[in-house]
């Protein structure tokens, strides 16, 4: 994912997870929770510290080798900055554009999402 510096899982505890990133110039940092997964089926999170968002992304299996990827993401945009990033799609774009990447990935013969 573009823009993405680290994601670190928890040692403890696989279902947390601290998130560190740089967005627009600005760099962010959330911890979140994984509140539910069903393997290679859905993945639901929320923050719990730090920038505020949460989403889930669900794989619907179309043909043995297709599949539909759909993500519902909501954040809270932080300050006026962010504000007016979102109010002109810089959000949405970012997040389509890493969508494709993702697809482009797990499309190349032999390719793993992980």
Same mark, same amino acid.
Request: hydrophobic fraction near 30%; proline fraction near 6%.
């Given at each position: 994912m573009e823009g993405v510096v680290s994601v670190r899982r928890d040692p403890l505890d696989d279902r947390h997870l601290h998130w $560190? *990133?740089?967005?627009?110039? *600005?760099?962010? $940092?959330?911890?979140?929770?994984?509140?539910?997964?069903?393997?290679?089926?859905?993945?639901?999170?929320?923050? !719990?510290?730090? !920038?505020?968002?949460?989403?889930?992304?669900?794989?619907?299996?179309?043909?043995?080798?297709?599949?539909?990827?759909?993500?519902?993401? $909501?954040? $809270?945009?932080?300050?006026?900055?962010d504000a007016a990033g979102d109010r002109m799609g810089l959000v949405r774009r970012r997040v389509r554009g890493d969508l494709a990447r993702f697809r482009d990935r797990v499309e190349k013969p032999g390719a793993s999402a992980r």
């Open positions: $560190e *990133a740089e967005i627009a110039g *600005a760099r962010r $940092e959330w911890d979140a929770r994984i509140t539910e997964e069903s393997e290679n089926q859905r993945v639901a999170w929320c923050s !719990t510290d730090g !920038t505020p968002n949460a989403g889930v992304v669900t794989f619907h299996r179309l043909t043995p080798d297709r599949c539909k990827v759909m993500l519902q993401m $909501e954040y $809270e945009p932080e300050g006026p900055l």
